[in-house]
Each structure stands twice: as structure tokens, then as C-alpha cells.
């Protein structure tokens, strides 16, 4: 499946794209995850970034699109893939539709996950990720702790409270979604792609994409 998953962070984009990759073998394609990665890392990406990161702004599209356009062209997303997390500007979703036409791909559907501000903002301050560049496996205080506490189930390595995820970065990183990436739903529903699902069970999410796309 090709798929563009849009909705507030904590909304659960990441949790329903690994749902949705154990069904066809579609990878998961998360810009947030790339960045850290890079951030990590100690790249040249990575140092231009944080700074933006750490704020709770967006990172510069540039920066993105380049990106974008060579891990879609990876061998591994011939299968299918799952964008979580970009396009979050009009001018980026503008550059994935050229670059999308270039390369012959058509998307099945951008789904906006539409879940409470008030749930968001719980998981947010709740959630915790693995420190391991290569996991970013995310767990939640509440309802999804690791079996040891603060170390990762899957790779041993320290959970963590992301950067970004202190009450100020949070409300920032919100208000700029509002501005900048909530108006892809109007983009989407124009190009006749819009899947509007508004539940915060994954699962639920999950049985309405299949629905949607048929699989
Ligand atoms: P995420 O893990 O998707 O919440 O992303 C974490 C941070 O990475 C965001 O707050 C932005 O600073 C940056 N970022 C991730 N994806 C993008 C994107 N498509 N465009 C601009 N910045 C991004």
C-alpha cells in the first residue's frame, strides 16, 4: 500500500504504520525517525536540524524534500510505504505530488488520523521512545510501559523523554501543525485522497484503512 498518514503529533501515525507494515511489507517512512537518526549521529543533516527540532519548529523544507526524494527511490519501498510524518507543508505535499508523477507511484489514500486535543496532549507528556537511533521503538508510561523500567523490550537500550516532548516544545510543535500542516487535509481532499478517520483505537484505525483500500 502507499499511503500518507496525516494527523497531530500523538495522534498515532506511527503506531498504525507499524500495524499496517507487518500486513504487506510496505516500510514505514518516518521523517521524525530519520532526523533523530541524523541528530544522533552527529551529521551535517542532523546539526542543521536540532536546532529547529528542539524548539518544536519545523525543520526547512529544503532540508526535507532532499530527503524525501532519495529514500523513495530505495529498492525497499517498491512494496509499498507508509509516510508518517511528511509531507507537513502545503509546498512540501506540493513537491511530493511532482515527485510522485516522476516517478510513476500513485497513492492509494492520505489519512488523517482526527483524535482529541485533550487525548494528544495526555500521550504526549506520557510517552516515552527508545534512545536507539535504529529502534525509536515507542512505549507510554501509562498504558504501554517497558517490561524493565526504562529499558527497551526490543534492543536493551535506555527509554527516553524526547527533547521535544517537555509541556513547552509540545505546545509548539502543536500550534505549528495547526498553522502549517492541518490545511494538507483541504489539499488531500481536493486531489480526491482524503480517508478522514476519527477513533483513538489503533485497531479501529487500522480496519478502516484496510476497508478504504480494500485489503
Ligand atoms: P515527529 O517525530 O514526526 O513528531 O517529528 C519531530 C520533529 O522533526 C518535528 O517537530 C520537526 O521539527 C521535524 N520534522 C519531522 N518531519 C518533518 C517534516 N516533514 N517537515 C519539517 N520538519 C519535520
New binding site residues.
Partial sequence: MRLILLGA?GAG?GTVAKQLTALDGSVQI????I??GAVQAGTELGRK?QE??KR??????EL?LGIMEKRLQEPDCAKGFLL??????IP?AEALKGLLAKLGIRLDAAVNLDVPRDVILDRLTTRRTCSNPKCQEIYNVKSKPPKKDGVCDKCGSPVVQRE?ETEEAINK?LD?YNEKTAPLTGFYEREGLLLNVSSTSSDEVVAAIRKHIGI
Avoid at 30 to 33: C, P, Q
Fill in positions: 503529533p501515525k518516518s521523517t521524525g525517525d532526523l533523530r536540524a529547529y527540532m518544536g519548529d519545523l525543520v526547512p523544507d526535507i508518517d510524518g511528511f509531507p507537513r507543508t512540501q521535544d510543535r505549528t
